[in-house]
């Protein structure tokens, strides 16, 4: 199997590149900052560029049977809305039109949970529930998202996946939260009752196999595991697996958002990223858990890590690797 992936160096894209070429596909990666670990990319052919060079997508595609789009611009206060855009509904648009052109078979496109913003009552959310998305990153990933709907509907093999609360090993930004509780520097904000579904990468990563392999065209499938968490359980888990407690003391929600807001701001003209960013805030604020039955019945995805396992395993793999 001949497959693109865009995105391929950050941290799902790496996951997801390495099982290809366990599996024995052949990999083109698309990588723009970042790069490869050496391993990796001495077994894949590497592209360095840009989503909006239409050319080079093109060129890269060529005798690509599956593409997976995964590249976007991530929730950084430090990004403007306009990078947003660029990136997540833009570099989508030329993808999609890049596949087209190249004559590649299906295209499998990552979205985000973040299109939903706010699932009230904290109950799982199936893949109609109408979107609500509530900041520029949800509302620029929503556009992505229906511009890959658009594609199908007009006759494109493409397939929507939208992950979970991702993590596992090598993964940089959930390691902030679990370096600060490791670290006991961690408060929880607000109630704790806010509720995610988390999805270790290996379990992401063998979803979205199965929806290159048997999702139904112009379809989106929530990819998770198992579990509806709080966000207290998910704390207390990671800092049991990192042999400390969290504090009992929380911090009230509307402090830490105005904390939030100023922190950011005050960050900004030094282009850092704040401890605590309305981005990093959203994880204690909206409840984001997601409905995974339709990817169960119809590609029968069984996540196998239940959340204690796999982040005492990630955790493990900090401290081995020297990150904790």
Partial sequence: MRTFVTGAAGFVGKHLVSRLVADGARVRALVHRSALPPELEAKVEV?????????????????????FHLASALGSSLLGAEEFQAVNAGGTEAVLAAARESGVKRVVHFSSAGVLGHVRGGFPAPETRPPGPRDVYGRTKLAGEELALAAARAGQDVVIIRPGWVYGPGDRRTFKLIRTIARRRFILVGSGKIRQTPV????LVSGTLLCAAK??????????????????????????AAGVTIPETTLPLAPARAAAWLAAALYRPFKKEAP???????????????DIA?????LGYAPAFDFRTGIAATVEWYRTNGWL
């Avoid at 592209?47 to 909006?52: E, K, M, N, S, T």
Wanted: charged content about 30%.
């Fill in 294 to 298: 339709k990817a169960v019945h119809e």
């Fill in 276 to 290: 605590l960013n309305p981005s990093r805030l959203a994880f204690f604020v909206d409840s984001k858990p997601l």
């Fill in 200 to 203: 270790h990468v290996g379990d």
């Fill in 47 to 67: 592209i360095r560029g840009d989503l909006q060079d239409r050319v080079l997508l093109r060129e890269a595609m060529r005798e690509v049977e599956i593409v």
């Fill in 215 to 240: 999702g139904r065209p112009g379809e989106i499938y929530n990819l998770t595991g198992k579990e509806v968490l709080t966000v207290k359980a998910m704390a207390e888990a990671i800092a049991a």
